[in-house]
């Protein structure tokens, strides 16, 4: 085990807890980590993960082209839970697991989540442009009770998102062909994706993408089904979304406002940034100091684990 290296990709690694990296050193690993303090580049990864066993990985891609060409590679932890970055069949192929921590990002997202629906609701974005620019005017906001509120996804952290709803009542509706009807709570009501983009005052994406579906879930004619003056949400993927498409919808009023955590290409340096509607903030959902130091310790702890298994 004394020789194993690990390799931590994120861009902040034990800055608030310093557990993973403790845990990792007494299991007997040496550990390299991320020197820029940014998102790792493509080009650099050939390099930095020659040699190790396994990678505390964050969003970067891990195509066919890398996991051919890193040797000693056996396991990826990725902190956080999608998986939509690693090519999966390739690193089946090649006997490398990949790991996530799916529990610790259900409350920083749904709480995010939440709190850009308030935001919305009641017109933060506009507010801060106009006092930025020296303007002091009002918007009538809505009281979320006032709202439909449609979540495209209803796994964990949508059900995380419905349950703190129940306290401000708005209607809700999802939209998950994976959902049994009878496991919804009271109260909720289950559409289609059509059905709940025509219905809702307030879309939020909760789903994640299907590998063999290369067309983003919320597109040009999605969007022109939503509700006059609605608002989109997305904590979940930048790839769900045309953003081009939804950049147009902005532009001519038929959407009132939306709020993005994930971008298609990030750092996103887009037109949705500069839109006085639109509040956009850097892939930041989990970035809490509590949950993002359970994220790295149950990143760490899985490649301690997966290890101990192999080859204890």
């Known amino acids: 085990m004394s020789s194993r290296k690990v390799y ?5 690694f034990c800055e608030d807890d310093d557990r993973p990296r403790k845990v990792l050193l007494q299991a007997g690993f040496e550990v390299h980590e991320n020197p820029w303090g940014r998102r790792i580049q493509s080009e650099e990864m050939f390099d930095a993960l020659s040699d190790v066993d396994a990678v505390l990985a964050a969003v970067e891609p891990y195509d066919e082209k890398l996991l ?3 040797s000693r590679l056996r396991c990826i932890s990725r902190c956080g839970i999608g998986t939509d970055a690693i090519d999966l069949a390739t690193a089946q192929r090649l006997n490398i697991s990949v790991l996530t921590t799916p529990d610790e990002v259900v409350e920083p997202v749904a709480q995010l989540t939440l709190a850009m629906m308030l935001a919305l609701a009641r017109n933060f ?6 006092f930025r620019n020296g303007t002091w005017r009002k918007y009538s906001g809505c009281l979320l009770s006032e709202l439909t509120v449609g979540l495209v996804g209803f796994g964990r952290i949508g059900r995380a998102v419905e349950r703190y709803l129940r306290q401000f009542q708005p209607r809700v509706i999802v939209a998950d062909p994976c959902v049994d009807f009878s496991t919804l709570p009271s109260g909720v009501k289950m559409r289609s994706l059509r059905e709940l983009l025509s219905e809702a005052d307030l879309v939020s994406l909760h789903a994640s993408c299907s590998p063999q579906n290369k067309s ?3 597109g040009r004619e999605e969007i022109a089904v939503m509700k006059k003056a609605s608002r989109l949400i997305n904590t979940s993927r930048g790839s769900l979304v045309d953003e081009k498409a939804l950049y147009d919808a902005l532009q001519s009023g038929h959407l009132s406002g939306a709020a993005f955590d994930v971008f ?8 949705l940034a500069l839109l006085p509607q639109v509040l956009c903030t850097p892939h930041i959902a989990t970035l809490t100091r509590a949950s993002r130091a359970a994220m790295e310790l149950s990143c760490a702890m899985n490649v301690v684990k997966f290890f101990k298994r192999e080859f204890v």
């Not at 931590?8 to 902040?12: A, D, F, G, K, V």
């Not at 298609?264 to 037109?271: A, C, D, L, R």
């Open 68 to 70: 051919t060409s890193l």
């Open 216 to 218: 983003p879930l919320i």
């Open 125 to 130: 974005p506009l507010h801060i442009e106009d």
């Open 8 to 12: 931590s990709t994120l861009s902040q």
């Open 264 to 271: 298609s290409k990030e750092p996103y340096s887009g037109p």
